[in-house]
């Protein structure tokens, strides 16, 4: 929640900023696949971000304050919320993907990323009067544990995990690595309403094709390969 200073100024910060976000994935997930997520009411304070098996993605931000967002997913939880989300979609079962590993379930997953992080945005621009761009989600199928750093000067970096579950009780976790930071409310302003949640699903299924073909989310051969290299694997 939002605190006031020592002159009744209202404060926003890091937890301010984690709430939002996470509201941001209760928003567009509950509306792209009708599970009914939830996340914990308790946050961790972590030192590090880490990709972790078995899918991991990250976008990173940057403009008023810089930062970085990471969703793992468990095979169990990437398959509940692809397979949700295509059927919610009108894609019949038997022509889902079978794996995690498959190309079109880390598509879906990252266009899903792109979305929170889109309606986050649009929070920030409106609620705090400030701006972040965001860059196309990286989406990996990991065996293996990976340190990401923010690629940025932070002054002193902040780090938070949440939990969430899914409808049937499956896990993911969100870490959040940003700059400390406070939005001072200096005078009152109108923040414009929030989205229709309806909007959110027209704006995912503009990616999609009639046939139910989504465009791939991934680089160039040699621009993954270089992202892995990147990364130390």
């Known amino acids: 929640m939002a605190k006031k200073g020592q002159e009744s ?5 890091t937890e301010d900023l984690l709430t939002s976000l996470c509201n941001s ?3 567009v997930l509950n509306v792209a696949t009708q599970c009914q997520i ?22 990173l931000f940057d403009g008023g304050f810089s930062g970085l967002v990471v969703i793992n997913f468990s095979a169990a939880t990437a398959m509940e919320l692809y397979e949700s989300y295509m059927l ?8 889902l993907a079978g794996s ?17 992080v889109g309606d986050f945005s649009g929070k920030v621009r409106r609620e705090l009067q400030t701006h972040i761009t965001q860059n196309q989600p990286k989406m990996l199928v990991l065996n293996k544990q990976v340190v990401l750093s923010v690629d940025t000067h932070l002054d002193k970096p902040e780090a938070r995990r949440v939990t969430f579950y899914t409808g049937k009780n499956n896990i993911f976790y969100l870490e959040l690595a940003i700059d400390r930071t406070e939005f001072i409310k200096l ?5 414009n309403d929030v989205p229709n949640p309806d909007e959110l699903i027209a704006q995912t299924n503009a990616h999609v094709g009639v046939d139910g073909s989504v465009p791939s989310l991934a680089s160039e051969p040699a621009d993954h390969d270089e992202l892995l290299k990147s ?3």
């Open 88 to 95: 919610n979609m009108g894609m019949p079962k038997s022509e």
């Open 25 to 27: 994935v209760i928003r």
């Open 9 to 13: 100024n209202v404060v926003y910060g």
């Open 38 to 59: 939830h996340y914990s009411g308790m946050v961790q304070r972590i030192t590090k971000t880490c990709l972790k098996p078995d899918i991991g993605c990250f976008v």
């Open 100 to 116: 995690h590993t498959s190309d079109e379930v880390s598509n879906i997953m990252g266009e899903l990323m792109n979305q929170i």
């Open 231 to 233: 990364l130390g694997m």
């Open 187 to 191: 005078h009152d302003f109108d923040a």
